[in-house]
């Protein structure tokens, strides 16, 4: 039998052009980040959501928009990045559509970080089966700067905006009823602090949306004395989200090209700024200097926002563990002899205002040294300093003012206020400028000997102070959530 030359002919065809090209193809359809709208928009596996701040402000107050060359130009609301975008799956769950997040939508009880972590792999919502508890990462994602911070004390939300879109995810303030604070509402993530809080406390990264915080909260109770319990958001999909990929591009500047943002190498204590030339700057002028920046040949620097701040935090690294700053060491960051005279590492000012109902007097910053407070000695009435919350939190400071008016810091954990902070600046991202913002709401801030003493801890009209840090409650209110931490067989006021 002769055989036919087509055929063989159109068997190497398809031996050699068809079957690659069809294989190719076969492979490419199973790696679920490639394809061809991904490339064509420019995605990124870290994309970075907008905080959703849309209001400027001033030290105390709104403000219109300032101008290029004004004061407070540059903040967080003059520029837009990825618009915070969810569907509601009709299904009990709801996908984030910047970050291709798929998250549970009802937190329902709270429960203790041991249950957390065991009902992830046991939740079968919408009939998926590979939920995990978010990272730190993955759940600041939610976070969005439109939500008001609100007086600790108060036992009022109805006012109150959360720190999370309540159109998708529901949400609930503490209930003062049940002896909790307006402001319990943390939030779980899998994420541990490398080290301890407080005197050897185990201690988890958590997400405060009720306040707009990230704090570690230690995973005992010092109310009850037993395990602490949490709100939970179970998460699914994109398992590249909050991993960094970080490129030193030899000239300054770090590329994360992961999230697409560059960064700069070293920090404002390297290239001396402030009036100290030690780094240090009030908010406002923060924002003159980044905005002001000639860098690396790039002149279009600016002062990140508070969610691209928490993006380079490397949550494996801490001053104790590993004596650096939590960041990657391709970056350079400034060590200070901080309060208690030991080298430590800085907080970092971002753009975002952390503002209240009446207020605007303070701004989001990322510690990415020890996040220090006074605690008190209930017993002896004296504060020693510790890291109460951890590096990597995300605190706030007074926007200017003197620091030394705040000898034992402010809040619960009397968090250290600093006021002068470092900056790290950033450019590139999503972020475009945005020329003007909604019509001015806030009528007035406090007036500033009022906000000084809410600042200081001292008590308003109508409060008084008990011992071991009882400020705050009314007279004859019994404290509710004010609880002690016995460290060492000395016990020191707590209030996560």
């Known amino acids: 039998m002769i055989e036919n030359p087509n055929n063989t002919t159109l068997e190497k065809v398809w031996l050699h052009c068809y079957i690659p090209v069809i294989l190719y193809i076969i492979i490419l359809a199973r790696i679920p980040c490639v394809s061809a709208a991904d490339t064509s928009a420019g995605r990124v596996p870290y994309t970075i959501v907008d905080t959703a701040q849309v209001r400027c402000y001033s030290n105390n107050a709104e403000i219109e928009f300032p101008e290029a060359g004004a004061a407070f130009f540059g903040q967080d609301a003059q520029y837009a990045g990825n618009e915070p975008a969810y569907k509601d799956n009709g299904d009990g769950t709801v996908t984030d559509l910047n970050t291709g997040l798929m998250w549970q939508s009802d937190p329902g009880e709270k429960m203790t970080f041991k249950q957390a972590v065991a009902g992830a792999s046991r939740c079968r919502i919408a009939g998926y089966e590979d939920w995990r508890l978010p990272a730190i990462k993955e759940l600041y994602s939610l976070i969005l700067f439109s939500g008001t911070d609100p007086d600790p004390m108060s036992r009022d939300s109805s006012r109150q905006r959360p720190f999370i879109d309540t159109k998708y995810f529901k949400f609930q303030y503490g209930n003062p009823d049940r002896g909790e604070r307006i402001i319990d509402s943390q939030f779980a993530t899998g994420t541990k602090y490398v080290s301890t809080t407080m005197r050897g406390d185990e201690t988890m990264f958590g997400v405060n949306f009720a306040d707009g915080r990230i704090k570690g909260y230690g995973m005992r109770s010092p109310r009850t004395g037993g395990?602490?319990?949490?709100?939970?958001?179970?998460?699914?999909?994109?398992?590249?989200?909050?991993?960094?990929?970080?490129?030193?591009?030899?000239?300054?500047?770090?590329?994360?090209?992961?999230?697409?943002?560059?960064?700069?190498?070293?920090?404002?204590?390297?290239?001396?700024?402030?009036?100290?030339?030690?780094?240090?700057?009030?908010?406002?002028?923060?924002?003159?200097?980044?905005?002001?920046?000639?860098?690396?040949?790039?002149?279009?620097?600016?002062?990140?926002?508070?969610?691209?701040?928490?993006?380079?935090?490397?949550?494996?690294r801490s001053p104790a563990t590993t004596n650096s700053a939590a960041v990657d060491p391709v970056f350079q960051t400034t060590s200070f002899i901080a309060e208690g005279g030991r080298e430590d590492y800085p907080c970092y000012w971002s753009g975002t205002t952390h503002a209240g109902l009446s207020r605007a007097g303070t701004a989001a910053y990322v510690a990415f040294g020890r996040s220090f407070g006074w605690m008190r000695n209930r017993r002896t009435g004296q504060y020693m300093l510790m890291d109460v919350h951890g590096a990597g939190s995300q605190r706030s400071d007074p926007k200017s003012g003197d620091p030394s008016r705040f000898p034992h810091g402010r809040g619960p954990q009397g968090d250290v206020i600093r006021i002068y902070n470092f900056v790290r600046c950033v450019r590139g991202g999503a972020a475009e400028p945005r020329a003007a913002g909604p019509k001015v709401e806030m009528q007035q801030a406090p007036r500033r000997h009022q906000f000084e003493r809410q600042q200081n801890g001292m008590p308003r009209p109508g409060m008084v102070t008990g011992r071991g840090g009882n400020s705050g409650m009314r007279q004859g209110q019994r404290p509710s959530s004010l609880n002690f931490v016995r460290c060492c067989g000395i016990a020191y006021s707590r209030m996560d």
Request: proline share 1%; net charge negative; glycine share 12%.
């Open 227 to 316: 395990d602490k319990t949490f709100y939970v958001l179970y998460v699914r999909g994109n398992t590249s989200y909050g991993k960094n990929d970080f490129k030193d591009n030899g000239d300054g500047t770090v590329t994360d090209e992961a999230t697409g943002l560059m960064w700069m190498k070293i920090d404002s204590g390297t290239l001396e700024a402030g009036k100290n030339k030690d780094g240090k700057l009030n908010w406002r002028e923060a924002l003159d200097w980044a905005g002001n920046l000639q860098y690396a040949g790039y002149s279009d620097w600016r002062l990140p926002n508070v969610k691209e701040l928490q993006s380079i935090v490397d949550y494996t």
